[in-house]
């Protein structure tokens, strides 16, 4: 079918349903039957030739899109000089030296070296001092609970011997009497 064909039945079919719907009686279900049940063939390469011209016509050919993108590429490379020679005249506006006035503290002078010398020092000796403290303190600790084990120790053995010396007492002579006083002073002799 050639789309001019198909056009024109289209048009025909328009003007059927135009004029069924102007009668002041309903259309009936075989009148719309007959206008809807026209069998239409279509040739879709005479129907693509006939559109398509149509259809080109807002689409842009290649030398418009390379033209489009060579305009955009300018562009961009605009843009980007613009920023190149931004920075450029950024660093350039950078001062290479510095000139300083007044104190600075640092090692600048011998007495300003001498100070954080000594400081230095205080803070290292310090830490030496404190570190040394609870170390002492740790080791005080240490021998502390190593006193309250040995305690325990010697309470436990001595009310074993207590509940021995009770359960048979035939044997009770034979584990003298626990007495500490002057025990120690054998150890503190001058």
């Known amino acids: 079918?050639?789309?001019?064909?198909?056009?024109?039945d289209i048009k025909a079919i328009k003007a059927q349903l135009d004029?069924?719907?102007?009668?002041?009686?309903?259309?009936?279900?075989?009148?719309?039957?007959?206008?809807?049940?026209?069998?239409?063939?279509?040739?879709?390469?005479?129907?693509?030739?006939?559109?398509?011209?149509?259809?080109?016509?807002g689409l842009p050919d290649t030398a418009a899109i390379e033209q489009a993108a060579d305009k955009a590429?300018?562009?961009?490379?605009?843009?980007?000089?613009?920023?190149v020679q931004n920075l450029e005249k950024t660093t350039q506006r950078i001062p290479r030296h510095v000139q300083?006035?007044?104190?600075?503290?640092?090692?600048?002078?011998?007495?300003?070296?001498?100070i954080y010398g000594?400081?230095?020092?205080l803070v290292v000796f310090g830490a030496w001092l404190l570190c040394d403290y609870y170390r002492e303190q740790a080791q005080e600790t240490v021998i502390y609970k190593q006193a309250q084990e040995v305690i325990r120790e010697r309470d436990y053995y001595y009310n074993q011997i207590q509940d021995y010396k009770r359960n048979?007492?035939?044997?009770a002579r034979l584990f003298p009497t626990y007495d500490d006083k002057g025990f120690w002073d054998q150890f503190n002799k001058p």
């Open 19 to 57: 004029e069924l719907s102007k009668r002041p009686a309903p259309a009936t279900a075989e009148q719309l039957t007959q206008v809807t049940d026209r069998p239409i063939t279509l040739d879709a390469k005479s129907f693509a030739q006939h559109v398509l011209p149509d259809l080109k016509k």
């Open 118 to 121: 000594l400081v230095l020092i």
């Open 73 to 83: 590429a300018s562009r961009i490379a605009h843009t980007a000089d613009q920023a």
């Open 168 to 171: 048979n007492s035939k044997y």
């Open 100 to 114: 300083v006035t007044g104190d600075i503290y640092g090692f600048t002078t011998w007495n300003a070296a001498l």
């Open 1 to 8: 079918m050639n789309p001019q064909d198909l056009f024109n």
